[in-house]
């Protein structure tokens, strides 16, 4: 499936935009007033965490004043009256200061287990709704990988990165295990042994990996991979690292690229092509993905109330396609895209900017933010 501008060019993402606009649009529409709700509730909190703990420094103050005040009394004209007294004063003192340091105590640890409960709640509900936008991946993001299998089972990461906005995803695959058989026809890896009935003499042997499954897996998006495979067994491991067109390749314990006779036995066109096949194996073989955390700098970015600025960072994307949409094509008003099915029958998809513009800006200033960013707060000046 091919995706071009009204004038046939390509887009620059080879994916269906409109839909992909629309389910940004959704995702504010959801995402927004939950955060402002959280925005409110966090002011809120803050103000009453304040207020508690003010609370506890009067009356620590307020008891400290106390106890001095009685222990200065002169006791040389009451006698051991005065002590009884002071003493009596002071016990009773101490009981009220502790009952009501404890009180405040209990309150402010029952605000903030509320508060932390009404967060976690929230942040189940954004990255729910926040889901369906990034798991098909960002525009212009940089995504890294990593899997593993334990348990029967085979597992994933994945870490999404544009600018300081970072999506951690758990990834499923649609299968168990994989074998090295399964991303190449053959591997067979060169291996010293010993033979001969008397000498034991040392000999390069080639070591067929077929059946090597995948252990662990790391790839950062650019050049660095790594892989570990076992045996079945699990007595013997091969690991893999590649950084570009420099491989370190280790059996067991021998660095076969260190060893000048292993080296000149091991095809590297083959490790390369295993690299390769393993990186799109996980990229194109997820069962299901879902979002766990969003962050911001170093800040989560739903404890921290950042989704706004994450969405920005994502209509920041968008607005480029937007722009050439609007110049390449032929009715104002319009973001429209061609759609080339594999047979050769190409479709139009498009929204009017008016309707994008009319949600977004139901949501308020954040919203109309959005649209400024987007740039479809301009289909009011194409009309004229």
């Known amino acids: 499936m091919k995706y071009t501008f009204q004038d046939s060019t390509d887009l620059p993402v080879q994916r269906d935009f409109i839909e992909d606009l629309k ?17 409110e509730k966090n002011e809120l909190y803050r103000k009453s965490i304040y207020s508690l703990e003010k609370a506890l420094e009067e009356l620590d103050s307020s008891n400290g004043k106390v106890v001095e005040c009685v222990k200065s009394l002169d006791p040389d004209f ?6 009884d007294y002071k ?37 189940s509900q954004v990255l729910s709704m926040l889901n369906p936008l990034f798991e098909g991946g960002i525009y212009g993001s940089h995504e890294s990988y990593s899997m593993e299998a334990e348990n029967g089972q085979l597992t994933g990461k994945k870490i999404s990165t544009l600018g300081s906005m970072q999506s951690f995803f758990e990834l499923g695959y649609n299968r168990s295990s994989v074998a090295i058989k399964d991303l190449i026809d053959t591997l067979f890896i060169p291996t010293w042994t010993r033979a001969g009935l008397i000498s034991k003499e040392k000999k390069i042997k080639m070591e067929d990996m077929s059946e090597y499954l995948l252990k662990s897996f790391e790839y950062d998006g650019n050049e660095h991979v790594e892989a570990s495979f076992n045996n079945k067994k699990a007595d013997h491991s091969l690991k893999i690292i590649s950084d570009g067109d420099e491989y370190s390749v280790v059996f067991d314990d021998t660095d076969i690229i260190a060893d000048p006779a292993l080296f000149k036995s ?87 900017r008016s309707e994008i513009f009319n949600r977004l800006s139901e949501l308020g200033s954040e919203g109309l933010e959005i649209a400024g960013i987007l740039g479809v707060e301009s289909f009011k000046s194409d009309s004229h």
């Open 266 to 352: 091991i095809t590297l066109e083959e490790i390369d092509s295993l690299v390769k096949n393993l990186v799109e194996f996980a990229r194109s073989n997820i069962a299901s993905s879902k979002l766990v955390n969003l962050m911001s700098g170093d800040e989560n970015a739903i404890y921290s109330n950042e989704i706004f600025d994450c969405l920005k960072t994502v209509a920041e994307q968008y607005s480029d396609i937007i722009t050439q949409c609007r110049e390449r094509g032929y009715v104002k008003g319009e973001i429209t895209i061609k759609i080339e099915q594999e047979d050769g029958t190409r479709t139009e998809k498009y929204v009017d």
């Open 87 to 123: 003493k009596s004063v002071l016990d009773a003192c101490d009981r009220a200061a502790h009952e009501g340091l404890e009180q405040v105590n209990l309150s402010l640890e029952k605000e903030r287990n509320d508060y932390n409960k009404f967060m976690n709640s929230v942040g």
């Open 78 to 83: 009451a006698g051991h009256y005065l002590n």
């Open 23 to 39: 389910n940004f649009v959704d995702a504010c529409s959801k995402v927004l007033p939950v955060e402002k709700e959280a925005i």
